[in-house]
């Protein structure tokens, strides 16, 4: 990758790649051995954690719309996606929501993804192939199957980095898009006049949490509190919520929280993309609603696969 595609990631990707991604630039990183060949995988899994999130997020708007017929062929393993996710999961939930999507006919936010991740013939593209081949290797480190000595971490930094330029280089449409978090909105009302909707939106960019913030006037209300992305004209947006959260209490410090598994019963757990740490929906204040969030998640596509398997 050249030098100005690598600070494009670090300055205008979504927070929760660009923040991994930068410390592949920091001098603790930089030698090839055991640290940087854990954070070329970490930014590889954000990556494709990013890329599901949005699927996934894509798939349930589907559903709610029209209920399609076609969540019969979706995510036979849905409830892992939810209960234990994993890398691999992550990657699966990508292929068969994105499926779904063409199935159905529907047009996503980031109408690119479908091309992201197939080639002709809904073949795996190179990118997906990229993110495949990392995540085994993450697989083997962790089973015992790949040495995790210092020579064999050399050589994994020389065969790992191209792979993963070759799952980054294709996303550099994200680039079109906003990643905001939106945290509130006031409403004015002029007599002869359609209400305005004024939103506190920051642009959740970059490698620092010190998000930087605007007002948005809008004659139409997004969602808030939530993060959304915004499509370039900004008619159309996607809430991420509850699988990426913009928490400032719940953790050890504000930061951006992604789902890490939950329950039926909504009860979940969320971890930090930098310092933020870890915690569970009971330390939100926001836990009503993201244990709703999070059942309805288990409502709308467990309980349908389920359905269809006994039927």
Not at 87 to 103: M, Y
Not at 191 to 199: A, C, E, I, K, L
Not at 260 to 280: D, I, L, M, P, Y
Request: hydrophobic letters at 40%.
């Amino acid at each position: 990758m050249d030098e100005q595609y690598q600070r494009d990631i670090m300055t205008r990707f979504p927070y929760p790649v660009a923040r991994v991604f930068r410390k592949l630039r920091t001098d603790e990183y930089l030698d090839p051995g055991p640290q940087r060949r854990d954070q070329i995988l970490a930014t590889a899994e954000a990556v494709t954690r990013f890329v599901a999130f949005v699927v996934l997020c894509e798939c349930r708007d589907l559903l709610e719309r029209d209920g399609s017929s076609q969540v019969k062929t979706f995510l036979p393993f849905i409830e892992k996606t939810f209960e234990k996710p994993s890398w691999g999961v992550w990657h699966g939930t990508v292929r068969e929501g994105l499926k779904l999507i063409a199935q159905a006919g529907a047009e996503p936010i980031l109408k690119e993804l479908h091309g992201y991740w197939f080639a002709k013939g809904n073949r795996q593209s190179e990118a997906a192939d990229a993110l495949e081949k990392l995540s085994a290797c993450r697989n083997g480190l962790e089973h015992g199957s790949i040495p995790k000595d210092t020579a064999t971490a050399k050589r994994l930094c020389e065969e790992n980095y191209p792979l993963l330029c070759a799952a980054l280089l294709p996303l550099a449409f994200l680039l079109n898009y906003r990643f905001v978090s939106c945290s509130a909105i006031e409403v004015t009302k002029r007599r002869r006049f359609d209400p305005r909707f004024h939103h506190r939106i920051a642009d959740a960019v970059g490698t620092t949490e010190d998000f930087m913030s605007q007002r948005d006037e809008r004659s139409v209300p997004l969602d808030a509190p939530a993060l959304l992305l915004l499509e370039p004209r900004g008619r159309r947006c996607l809430n991420l919520d509850p699988l990426l959260v913009h928490e400032s209490k719940a953790g050890r410090a504000p930061d951006i929280f992604c789902f890490a598994g939950g329950s039926r019963s909504g009860a979940a757990s969320f971890v930090a993309c930098n310092h933020g740490g870890e915690f569970n929906t009971a330390g939100s204040r926001r836990q009503e609603i993201l244990e709703e969030e999070v059942k309805h998640l288990f409502d709308l596509f467990v309980a349908r696969t389920g359905e269809v398997s006994h039927g």
